[in-house]
Each structure stands twice: as structure tokens, then as C-alpha cells.
């Protein structure tokens, strides 16, 4: 960073030197900064600065705008032609295709995209590219391949992947069933914050199975957190202490594209 900072002191619109400060100021919330460093440039002498200004346009203050997701739409379009396995371009196009925002763009694209960004290590997108796999969305349902895309971005702690894997491991799809590990990765998920994994364990939960539930409330009896029967039972008392453990941790939901955060 600092050698970067050097080289704009010399040369404001050196485009590589201010795409790479402008991601530091991201990841300190400097987001006014960032789009300041970007303002002028020639994007096209480094690619990913237009996948740093896609980030940024996805970030209006006062919400998204028609325009704001265009430009998005089009600064990772343009960074995935100058570079096309640029990580975080691939997410963040292929995010907003799942989402139904990008018209000549389809599922199989946006498998394509994400498969791009978990062959390169990238825990969010071994975990999106697991739940795609689960759900059929852009390739055929295969539990079996969700379940070891869901391994790999556990191993590099993507909270998502927590929760998802141990869903597979509840129903024994993919995986052997196994309510210990199960609650294993439920509460890891937990202790990150995942805000699936709160849903999972605290809505429908007439569908968890006693055991499970009897398991989960063994691991929050042990921590201290819940003090009632261990009888697989869902109730107030178990689901205030779901709860609780997740917002101490800060219930986090999916990053926006995964990125500088």
C-alpha cells in the first residue's frame, strides 16, 4: 500500500496504483474515498478497476438505481474482458445474474462464472457454487459435489458453507447422515454469525429432527446458554439461545460479492 501511495504522489491517474488504495479504502469503509481515487482514470489500463468500480456502484448511498446496477452490470463485463478469471469480477456478475438482474445472462452463465472463482480458492464462491449444486440452479442437482464444495470453503472458514454442509449432513444428502457433525458445523456457523443457519435452526423447526435438536441442545447447554430440558424439543427457551449465540458473534449474511470485507 504504501509503495502504491508513492507512485500517485508522482502520478494521480497511474490507473493499477489507484485501483489497489482504492480496494484498502474499501476495506476501512472509506467508500467516498475510493470512489475518488477511481474518478477520471482510464479503467481499461487495468481491468480489475472495473470490477472495483462494479463494488462501488453497487454501493449507492440511498440505495440501488437502475443506472447504478447498468454501470455495475457493465464495469464486470468489461473487467472479465481484460482479465477473464478475475475472481471477484466473476462473483459479483454472476451474483447478480442469480439475482435475475442481468438479461442476456442465464443460470448455466452464472455457474460458469462462479466455477471460475472456486477453482481459484475463493471460499465465497466454493460455497455459492455448493448451494448452485444443491439446488439445481444452473447444473443438475449433485448433493455429492455440493457437499465437497461446501468442505473446501468450510476449510478457509466461510461461515455459509458452516451451515449449508451441516444441512447435508442433517438429511444425509451427499454426505452420511450424522447429527453430530451436523450440530458440529451448526454451531460453528453460529459462533461466525450466520444469519442461514439462525433461519435453519429457528424456522419450521417442527421439520429438525428431535436428535438433532436434543444434540444442539446439549452444545448451548455446555456453553452455558440454555438451561432447560435436553428432550429435542423446540421452544422458547432453545430458540432465544440460538439467537443469542449468533448476535453475539454479529449475524452476518452473504457479502455483498464476497470481497474486501
Known amino acids: 500500500l504504501t509503495s502504491c501511495l508513492k507512485v500517485l504522489e508522482q502520478d494521480r491517474f497511474n490507473t493499477e496504483a489507484a485501483t489497489l488504495v482504492a480496494r484498502a479504502d474499501i476495506a476501512r469503509g472509506d467508500l467516498k474515498r475510493a470512489r475518488q481515487r477511481l474518478a477520471g482514470l482510464d479503467l481499461s489500463q487495468y481491468p480489475h478497476a472495473y470490477t472495483v468500480q462494479g463494488w462501488l456502484d453497487l454501493r449507492q448511498d440511498g440505495g440501488l438505481t437502475p443506472q447504478a446496477l447498468a454501470d455495475a452490470i457493465a464495469n464486470f463485463k468489461a473487467a472479465l474482458r481484460g482479465d477473464s478469471r478475475d475472481v471477484y469480477a ?145 421452544g422458547p427457551g432453545t430458540e432465544g439461545s440460538i439467537r443469542k449465540l449468533a448476535s453475539d458473534a454479529r449475524i452476518t449474511a452473504f457479502p455483498l460479492l464476497g470481497m474486501y470485507q
Open 90 to 234: 466473476n462473483l459479483g456478475l454472476a451474483r447478480l445474474i442469480l439475482q435475475g438482474q442481468v438479461a442476456d445472462r442465464t443460470l448455466e452463465d452464472a455457474f460458469a462464472l462462479m466455477t471460475i472463482a472456486a477453482n481459484q480458492d475463493n471460499a465465497f464462491g466454493q460455497s455459492v457454487l455448493g448451494w448452485m449444486h444443491e439446488n439445481g440452479r444452473g447444473t443438475a442437482v449433485d448433493t455429492a459435489q455440493a457437499a465437497d464444495w461446501y468442505k473446501k470453503a468450510v476449510a478457509s472458514g466461510e461461515p455459509s458453507a458452516m451451515g449449508y454442509l451441516g444441512s447435508l449432513y442433517e438429511a444425509g444428502q451427499g454426505v452420511p447422515q450424522s447429527f453430530v457433525l451436523a450440530t458440529d458445523l451448526f454451531m460453528d456457523a453460529l459462533d461466525a454469525g450466520d444469519s442461514w443457519t439462525v433461519e435453519h435452526l429457528t424456522t419450521n423447526w417442527r421439520d429438525r429432527p428431535n436428535e438433532l435438536l436434543a444434540e444442539v441442545q446439549r452444545r448451548l447447554q455446555a456453553r452455558g446458554l440454555y438451561d432447560g430440558d435436553i428432550d429435542g424439543l423446540f
